[in-house]
C-alpha cells in the first residue's frame, strides 16, 4: 500500500504543521482574545506593578533599571511560574471541552489524568 495514503499528512510540509494551531488565532478571535487578556496581561500585572512601583523610586535609567529587572526575577522563578500559568489555562480550555463533549467515551478517565 502507498505511504501517502496511509498517512494523509506525509505530503504536507512540516512549517505547516508546525503553525497549523496558530489558526485557532483566526478561528476563534473572541475566545484568543479572551484567553490573551485574562492569561498574559491580567498575569503579568503582578510583574507590571513591581517594574513600575520600582522604576519610580529609583534613579537609573530605563535601560538599567529593565536589566537589573529582568535579571532579578529570572533569578527568583517570577518567568518559570508565568510559563506554568500559561500551561494550566491551556489545559483548563482543553479540560472544559472534555466535558461539555457530548460523547461520554472515556469522559472520566480523561477528566481524572488531566486532573492529575
Known amino acids: 500500500m502507498d505511504a501517502n495514503k496511509e498517512n494523509p499528512r506525509s505530503n504536507i510540509p512540516l512549517w505547516k504543521i508546525a503553525f497549523a494551531p496558530l489558526d485557532v488565532i483566526k478561528k476563534r478571535k473572541s475566545a484568543f482574545l479572551i484567553w490573551f487578556i485574562f492569561t498574559i496581561i491580567a498575569g503579568q500585572i503582578g510583574i507590571i ?20 529587572f529582568l535579571y532579578k526575577n529570572s533569578r527568583i522563578g517570577n518567568f518559570y511560574i508565568i510559563g506554568i500559568a500559561i500551561c494550566a489555562s491551556m489545559l483548563a480550555n482543553i479540560f472544559t471541552e472534555i466535558v461539555a463533549d457530548d460523547k461520554i467515551k472515556f469522559r472520566v478517565h480523561k477528566v481524572f489524568v488531566l486532573i492529575l
Open 49 to 68: 506593578v513591581d517594574f513600575a512601583i520600582g522604576f519610580n523610586t529609583t534613579n537609573q535609567s530605563i535601560f538599567d533599571f529593565a536589566g537589573e
